[in-house]
């Protein structure tokens, strides 16, 4: 299937011997609103970062779109990530920040500018081109990172705990603007978090993760309705 990314018998070793990723499988369709969800210390940034290409398994195999992936430096995978810091350039306005891959990716000036006020409109921000980051609040922060990731059109977009450095009440507010943008794009999206409300708010399926293994994988209405152990059962608070 076209755009398919498929995960076969991963494994992952710190370099002092502790286990972190045990024999992930997985096999997500074009689409797919994935959420990861599980405790600190479960792999699930692990498991993001080797399907960025930012960190190499010990085996298995990670195929997209029928290619093999493991070898593949992570510019050339055409993934997009969005990290829980936003890693924004301060010296750059809104507009540059947006526009950076794009000036990597070596786009001329006119189909840049297009692209990035496309995306400022997708995310509410329109009349901040020329802001400074450090006059942005959190969640203005976070579309413009949005935005950033979105402009070179990923083929699977990623994000690691997208929300968490924002107080409870933002979260919740961001959250539903966040979920609402990607319900709009036909892309894979990994949304990575500890959080249940956010998990099962960005994900159509839900992969709850517990001690670098997979403990349970379904929508999250299934996850609520038929918890496969005692361990998802407590961590879901049930």
Do not use: Y
């Not at 969005?82 to 526009?99: G, K, R, S, Y």
């Amino acid at each position: 299937m076209e755009n398919e990314l498929i995960l076969e018998q991963i494994s992952k070793t710190f370099d002092d011997g502790s286990l972190v990723l045990k024999n992930i499988s997985l096999r997500l369709q074009q689409g797919t609103k994935l959420s990861v969800l599980g405790p600190s210390g479960s792999g699930k940034t692990t498991l993001l970062r080797l399907i960025a290409g930012l960190d190499s398994s010990d085996s298995g195999t990670i195929s997209f779109n029928g290619q093999i992936m493991n070898t593949c430096p992570p510019h050339r995978r055409n993934f997009g990530m969005m990290f829980q810091e936003f890693a924004l350039f301060p010296h750059l306005n809104v507009f540059d920040n947006i526009a950076f891959g794009l000036k990597m990716k070596g786009m001329d000036t006119v189909r840049i500018a297009e692209r990035v006020n496309e995306m400022l409109i997708m995310t509410g921000l329109e009349n901040f081109q020329t802001r400074r980051i450090d006059e942005l609040s959190g969640g203005e922060r976070q579309r413009v990172a949005l935005a950033r990731t979105l402009a070179p059109q990923p083929r699977l977009l990623m994000l690691d705990e997208p929300l968490s450095s924002l107080d409870r009440v933002l979260r919740k507010r961001l959250l539903s603007e966040l979920t609402d943008i990607l319900s709009r794009l036909n892309i894979t999206t990994i949304f990575v978090t500890h959080d249940h409300e956010e998990a099962f708010a960005a994900g159509n399926r839900v992969i709850i993760m517990n001690q670098g293994k997979i403990e349970q994988i379904g929508t999250p209405d299934q996850l609520i309705r038929t918890p496969e152990n005692q361990w998802v059962k407590e961590f879901l608070g049930q």
